[in-house]
């Protein structure tokens, strides 16, 4: 059968113009559309004539219907037949943008996962007041889930019910769909790295705190500084990881105004008060009880010098000594026979103010006796570094860079005394890695302070006192642990693993290594630090 080129657009007004769902029903509307349409193309004849002629039109259209659904239909069955079969991805299905139709799971896994790496940020970028901060994946442990993204995007017109099956089938094919795989990351590992940038921010937070230096007690007082928008900062950093177009170059960290706590004069009369004792020690069994020296301070006396000058950078207040009449230090070696561990790192000779602030810090620590149980605080034995207490300037790393800072230096006797008392099995409380790798020690095995915010601690979990004694001379540091070896002694050292070297940073993990007889017993991770380079 010849149709003319009217025809043919009759027919396709007329599918435009049709109710199809109600088709095969008579639709009065829908033929009072066709016969609106048969006049316009037939110059407005009389309606009888489309009465004559409405039929063939229909049956052609019919006709043409039946076989253009046919054909659509049964090449759609045949594409999900086939498919099904397969066993592969339908059609229309993207992971991330990528095209994962008509592959199996695993060629799916392997192309994304593939195509992600290549695309995936290797780095953030944080900045604040011009200092910048590079955050690595693998910092945090970040990737996409990609199976689960791909076993989702296999689940789709495969749940055994042919019609719904169909239906999604179909509706996939029109529509094509774009799955967002999740993003795992450590979220602990995530919050504990923004804690280290937090503290190297140019206007760091300082709390209140103390400390005793000769017959006196000194409180800092507190200053406003920076803190980091935890919730919001993280939000941006998953935001730029998913953006794997990384049109984001760099993240502005978001902060506030953060206010330190209030001066607890109680608190610190409670951890400052002592009872004298005198020391003594046993040989059946063998123990040693430390000396304690009586200490108190007129706590109302301090209470009024603080409401009557609440913004005072210090407060002064004698101590009231009491000592002891026998001393550890009085007990000599027998009270400590054994040496633990010692460790040693090496200084310039030529840089007199630095090494000044070295023997100075080391002299406030040598000879601390530390009781089982006890929490030794570098800040609180050490003592604020000022220079009444004789520190002079030296290189600290400040402001994500390196300038001359009061007390400079005395991180490596820090650093030094971490690597003795992780060989003698000690407990860490606190522990935070600089900015930079240091010079005078490998990355992952040095402990910073700072005054006012960040702490070194450890606690003695052995069954015995420890003595800590210190020396700086001849170009070398160094710190002994004395106690007493018990029978179960083992080799431990402080081992690191370099996860990730770029251009802008470096990351490791340091882990504590036991040994016995020269076997690896056990292998405790410590930390994940990651350094700037490049100062």
């Avoid at 939000?235 to 730029?240: A, D, P, R, T």
């Avoid at 810090?361 to 006890?374: D, F, R, W």
């Avoid at 940073?505 to 340091?510: A, I, K």
């Amino acid at each position: 059968m010849i149709f003319t080129f009217k025809y043919v657009n009759i027919i396709f007004l007329v599918l435009k113009n049709v109710d199809y769902y109600n088709f095969l029903q008579y639709n009065e509307m829908d033929f009072r559309n066709i016969r609106y349409i048969y006049m316009l193309y037939n110059d407005n004849k009389d309606e009888n004539e489309y009465s004559v002629k409405h039929t063939k039109i229909f049956l052609v259209f019919i006709i043409l219907l039946a076989i253009v659904m046919g054909i659509i239909l049964s090449s759609i069955i045949v594409f999900y037949h086939n498919e099904q079969k397969a066993d592969i991805i339908q059609s229309g299905i993207y992971i991330k943008g990528i095209n994962v139709s008509g592959l199996t799971r695993d060629e799916a896994i392997v192309l994304v996962k593939s195509t992600l790496n290549d695309k995936m940020n290797s780095h953030i970028e944080l900045l604040y007041k011009n200092n910048n901060y590079y955050l690595e994946i693998e910092q945090f442990g970040a990737f996409f889930d990609v199976e689960s993204a791909v076993d989702y995007a296999f689940s789709f017109a495969k749940s055994g019910n042919f019609i719904e099956d169909m239906h999604e089938y179909i509706s996939i094919l029109i529509n094509n769909i774009d799955i967002e795989p999740k993003l795992i990351y450590n979220d602990t590992a995530l919050t504990e790295y923004l804690e280290t940038i937090e503290i190297y921010l140019p206007d760091q937070l300082e709390q209140p705190d103390y400390y005793i230096e000769d017959d006196k007690l000194y409180i800092t007082n507190g200053k406003i500084g920076a803190g980091i928008e935890y919730d919001k900062l993280k939000k941006e950093i998953i935001s730029s990881v998913q953006d794997i177009s990384y049109t984001k170059k760099y993240i502005e960290i978001p902060t506030y105004d953060k206010v330190p706590d209030e001066i607890n004069v109680d608190k610190i009369h409670d951890e400052v008060y002592r009872e004298v004792k005198n020391a003594y020690f046993t040989t059946e069994p063998y123990a040693v009880f430390a000396d304690v020296t009586g200490i108190d301070f007129n706590v109302d006396m301090l209470k009024d010098k603080i409401i009557n000058n609440p913004n005072d950078e210090e407060y002064e207040q004698d101590l009231i000594y009491t000592k002891a009449d026998v001393t550890v230090n009085d007990l000599g070696k027998e009270a400590f026979p054994d040496l633990l561990a010692t460790f040693s790192t090496n200084y310039v000779t030529s840089n007199t103010d630095r090494t000044t602030n070295l023997r100075l810090a080391a002299g406030k620590i040598n000879g601390t006796v530390v009781m089982p149980g006890e929490i030794f605080s570098y800040n609180k034995v050490v003592g604020k570094r000022t220079v009444s207490a004789g520190y002079k300037e030296a290189a600290v790393y400040q402001d994500g860079g390196v300038t001359n800072g009061l007390g400079g230096g005395i991180c490596q006797i820090s650093t030094t005394l971490y690597n003795a008392v992780i060989k003698a099995n000690m407990e860490i409380e606190t522990r935070r890695n600089h900015m930079f790798v240091p010079s005078y020690i490998g990355a992952g095995k040095d402990a910073t302070v700072v005054w006012g915010s960040t702490d070194f601690k450890f606690k003695n979990r052995r069954d015995y006192p420890i003595k800590i004694e210190t020396s700086v001379s001849g170009g070398v540091a160094r710190v002994d642990i004395y106690g007493l070896r018990t029978n179960n002694e083992y080799d431990i050292s402080l081992e690191t693993k370099t996860i990730k070297s770029s251009s802008t940073s470096l990351v490791v993990e340091s882990y504590r290594v036991t040994r016995l007889n020269g076997e690896i017993i056990k292998k405790e991770k410590l930390y994940t630090d990651t350094y700037k380079k490049g100062h």
